[in-house]
């Protein structure tokens, strides 16, 4: 009798660790052979589950995605589950403030900004980027319906200013010009601007 092929579950265990080392070494400097160490396996077996280095910092990125989604569900269970309290956009933006960057995974989107002029880093960075702003889209349309915000600007350009103020305490984390009390209060209090503000 075959044995049972494995792979995607070998893969779900070894991307968080994939994931991590990208974003501590940057894609150029995270080397298989360093990656192979970091997950306690011999080379060949991360060629197994992946085709090459590519492919696995490709992974890296769509993993930032799912175990994002997967907090944020979470929030949203808990809106839906208490439906007199905050909404689910407001969850995720109470938590974002708190949380922000705390596993340094915002890195693996800086290092593949500075690849995408190969075609598959590209690819694999619109495809996160698309699911997130439609996702957050979503949960600011929501948001709205339950609010009285219509002369705030489209949901879409909230949604990018969202990414952009995210984006914003990443870059202040990495170089040390904000400390956590200022992106904590930058994400919250902007944030809930822009999710509650007024364009006139």
């Not at 991307?15 to 160490?37: C, D, N, W």
């Not at 970091?38 to 590519?54: F, H, M, S």
């Not at 075609?119 to 889209?137: G, H, Q, W």
Request: proline residues 3%; glycine residues 6%.
């Amino acid at each position: 009798m075959a044995r049972p092929n494995r792979s995607h579950e070998k893969r779900a265990e070894l991307m968080p660790i994939v994931a991590q080392a990208f974003s501590e070494l940057g894609y150029r400097k995270a080397t298989t052979a360093e990656l192979a160490a970091r997950c306690g396996v011999q080379e060949n077996i991360l060629y197994r589950l992946w085709n090459d280095k590519k492919a696995m910092f490709a992974a890296s990125i769509d993993y930032l995605y799912d175990a994002t989604m997967q907090v944020w569900q979470g929030l949203i269970d808990q809106a839906e589950a208490d439906p007199d309290g905050p909404t689910a956009a407001e969850r995720i933006l109470a938590y974002d403030a708190e949380h922000r960057g705390e596993k340094g995974f915002y890195k693996i989107t800086f290092a593949a900004l500075s690849e995408t002029d190969d075609p598959d880093v590209l690819a694999a960075l619109k495809s996160m980027y698309s699911r997130f702003t439609a996702f957050i889209e979503q949960q600011v349309g929501e948001h709205r319906a339950t609010h009285d915000n219509k002369d705030m600007p489209e949901t879409w350009a909230v949604t990018w200013a969202i990414l952009g103020l995210a984006t914003a305490a990443d870059i202040g984390r990495e170089t040390g010009l904000l400390d956590a009390n200022k992106r904590k209060a930058m994400i919250a209090e902007v944030g809930r601007l822009l999710l509650e503000g007024r364009a006139k």
